[in-house]
């Protein structure tokens, strides 16, 4: 066999369903449910793309488990999940957490008698009404501040190379932060960009910055940390004008 196969969108939806069966047989009464996620989920797999899956289990707490492998060429993913670490996932934020509402809220589901996918749309309507303030503020405390400041001093070093690089992984992480700045989802990695740039609540240099990972613009390394200097003073306006604290007077060990 020649590597990488040729894959057609109906093979995969055949070994979607073949995956279905063998997960009933595995945990008959206990399967809750079983969606495809993903470009498969989306209609854009292309010729190479694997197949992902998520299959829900009533059996226990706490199962979080993964099988990968490989078919005739094709590749998938199954994660098997109990209800109460999906909930956690969904109600956890983090800088994952604007993909792992997505991989749950844009499943389509191929096994789910009881609307189980359904209502994980629900739960994260109803969990976005929370307040956000404190998760914006620890991410940008644990995360933010500290990438933008790292590429500042990566400037400093006049290696290009490693300054694009790092463009490219802050804007990443960037993205993220804007997704639960916004209290919103993104459906893939490589969607992510796109979906980012068009965020309601966004910053005039992180559309510089977006500009340049894109490859519709050309800057130079003092131009990039002019830019991520500017963008880390807009986002402390922002956090300033919605009430966000972010510094402390003196060190504690306690939540604020």
Known sequence: MQYPVKKTREARLQLAQKIV?????????????VAVFGSVARGEDKDFSDLDMIAVVQQGQGV?????????????????FSQDIVLGKMTTVHMRWPFLAGKFVTAVPLYDKQGIFASY???????????????????FVEEIFEECN?????????????VHYNAYHLFTKLAIFLGIVNKTYFTSAVALPE??????????SFQLLGSFVTGDASYDTQQLRNIVVELLCEIISYLRSSNIEFEVEEIIFKSM
């Open 21 to 33: 069966e063998k997960l009933k047989e595995r945990y008959e009464n206990d399967l809750l449910a």
């Open 64 to 80: 979080a488990d993964d099988f990968n492998a490989i078919v005739d060429g094709l590749k998938y993913a199954v994660d098997i």
């Open 121 to 139: 749309k629900g739960i994260f309507q109803k969990f976005i009404q929370n307040d956000f303030a404190p998760y914006v503020r620890q991410v």
């Open 150 to 162: 790292k590429f500042i001093n990566t400037t400093d070093t006049g290696d290009r190379g490693r």
């Open 195 to 204: 979906q980012a740039l068009k965020l309601p609540i966004n910053f005039p």
